[in-house]
């Protein structure tokens, strides 16, 4: 096992659960008027700024599940976002967690996955579900080539990183090997990123070996950065900052009260982690790329999904 496989199984623990945890623990404080103050710029950039709602979720179904603490799916969307351009989400992961057997799964969607857009009569790349018709469409399509059920979605744009990373005084990465993109080099090793050079580490993907699973890797490191430089003592100085970012890059039909629910009732969940990827057969049809999912591997995941809290 190479050094960069060694890495990579290590840092592979709780990756997304941090992600979503960012947003979430943010509350989990106490003791001061500032630590008050921070409480409720917390709550209301939730409620006011970052909840939507969206109507392939059906919320009482869900509020059910979060009662009885039964397992629940959440649908992760890392959306590429630009100005003027809704974008398409790069990232698809669907996160299982599992708080009676203090366990969660993170199966990845790859992103040119070829399947049925729900609400839009095409198929294409499941990734272009964002494109045409935005969380909801992404959560119809991902529920109909999966045959789950989601319960929360949680989308995060990934340009709003150069603004996250600035306003955390930027981030430290450990970077696995030397790559140039446009403008920006980065050297192997330790390196601190601004805001403009961590959306270039992020966003090379024609020269790595791993591709979108690569990228993917470089945008968790990213996240990971942010999430400990925002939790430092200067980071809690930065707070309105952060929230500021928060509210214009993140959306999910999570309320404030139902984010408290999780990080207290689902928090076990994060102790034992599996991962998977969706695999297939890459192939053009005319003059575009398909990841083509034979009909055993998308049963195989649906029944992972499905049958992920009886399983021990």
Do not use: C
Request: net charge negative.
């Amino acid at each position: 096992m190479n050094r960069r496989e060694r890495k990579k199984r290590q840092r592979k623990k709780g990756r997304w659960w941090k992600v979503l945890l960012f947003v979430m623990a943010l509350f989990i404080v106490g003791g001061s008027a500032v630590v008050y103050s921070i409480y409720q710029n917390v709550k209301s950039t939730v409620d006011q700024d970052v909840h939507e709602s969206v109507d392939s979720i059906d919320n009482e179904v869900t509020k059910k599940k979060v009662e009885d603490q039964e397992p629940l799916n959440i649908l992760l969307l890392g959306v590429d976002e630009r100005e003027n351009d809704r974008g398409r989400a790069d990232t698809m992961i669907v996160m299982t967690l599992d708080p009676d057997n203090e366990k969660m799964q993170m199966v990845s969607i790859p992103r040119d996955t070829r399947t049925d857009i729900i609400g839009h009569g095409t198929v294409d790349k499941i990734n272009h579900s964002y494109a045409f018709g935005g969380s909801d469409m992404a959560v119809d399509t991902v529920e109909n080539f999966l045959d789950i059920e989601i319960d929360y979605y949680s989308r995060v744009n990934m340009e709003g990183l150069q603004q996250l990373v600035n306003a955390v005084d930027g981030v430290t990465i450990d970077n696995e090997f030397a790559f140039t993109n446009g403008s920006y080099s980065f050297p192997e090793g330790e390196q601190h990123l601004d805001g403009r050079e961590a959306l270039a580490y992020v966003r090379m993907r024609k020269d790595d070996p791993q591709g979108d699973a690569g990228r993917n890797e470089r945008q968790r490191q990213v996240i990971e950065g942010v999430i400990r430089e925002g939790a430092s003592f200067s980071g809690v100085n930065k707070f309105n900052d952060i929230l500021e970012v928060l509210g214009d890059n993140v959306s999910t039909n999570m309320t404030f009260s139902d984010m408290r629910k999780l990080a207290t009732d689902y928090r076990a969940a994060r102790k034992n982690v599996d991962t998977y990827q969706v695999e297939g057969d890459g192939t053009y049809i005319g003059e575009v790329w398909y990841l083509l999912v034979p009909d055993r591997e998308v049963q195989k995941v649906h029944q992972m999904i499905n049958d992920y809290a009886e399983t021990s």
